[in-house]
């Protein structure tokens, strides 16, 4: 389900997943405070090129952009409309401002530079790779234990989901827009909620019967290798002078 992009044989597969974090914080944060049209561009630009360098496939990497984008239209559905300033352009009664359009497509240009990032670092590294890098980085251990954990049963709760739907079908339940489709799916929710607090309840108790003491070992060891270094300059490089490019 998480893992589809994990098991290509590119040049960034191989790297430290610890570096893939530190370069995609830190790309994220300049990003995300970049307002510079340039700038934008040239983030974006960027996230393409290490896509490409993770030979990630055409149709996986537009099934993972599409949620986002579907946000982003709603978003152009009213900013443009609702953000003061100069009036482009009138639909009817509502005017399209220029600041309005600046912004959302500022917002576009970002959330898919930081997603074509993500695709590319993150998801190319298995979760429990990600999980012990996130441990070495001195990220919280209760930060990391929820995302193994996350990761972990986010199936079995999906399984007991459909458990449950299959049940009120069994009994012929139809879904309708009345009153007794939303009280049966708020039931289903509760049942589902409170089943998911005994399975951790359950698991929790089990681990401490195992001897668990929040200690998280991992069978392998993470290491920088000259790939890695050279990677992470070029990358620190690159932001840097995003940075400069923004602020200077």
């Keep these: 389900m998480f893992e589809e992009l994990t098991n290509g044989d590119s040049f960034i597969h191989g790297l430290d997943p610890r570096g893939k974090l530190i370069v ?17 561009l040239g983030s974006l630009t960027l996230g393409l090129l290490i896509v490409l360098t993770a030979k990630v496939p055409a149709r996986k990497l537009i099934k993972r952009l599409i949620p986002v984008n579907m946000l982003i239209l709603f978003l152009w559905l009213f900013l443009p409309f609702t953000f003061g300033g100069e009036p482009l352009f009138f639909m009817g009664p509502l005017a399209v401002t220029r600041e309005g359009v600046f912004y959302a497509t500022r917002i576009s ?19 429990f790779f990600m999980g012990h890098a996130m441990h070495q980085l001195k990220i919280p251990n209760k930060i ?27 009994r012929g339940f139809i879904p309708k827009t009345d009153l007794h489709t939303y009280k049966t799916f708020a039931y289903m929710v509760g049942m589902l909620l409170v089943r998911s607090f005994d399975r951790a309840h359950r698991v929790h108790n089990a681990m401490l019967c195992r001897g668990f003491k929040g200690d998280l070992y991992s069978l392998k060891k993470f290491s920088f290798k000259t790939n890695d270094v050279v990677s992470i300059i070029f990358m620190m490089a690159m932001i840097v002078i995003m940075g400069v490019m923004e602020w200077a």
């Design 144 to 170: 990391v234990h929820l995302f193994f954990f996350t990761y972990r049963y986010i199936h079995a709760i999906y399984r007991e989901y459909l458990r449950l739907k299959n049940s009120i079908k069994i």
């Design 24 to 40: 995609v914080f830190l790309f994220s944060i300049v990003v995300a405070a970049a307002d510079r049209f340039q700038v934008l």
């Design 109 to 127: 240009i970002k959330s898919n530079a930081m997603m074509l990032m993500l695709i590319a670092l993150v998801a190319s590294t298995p979760i």
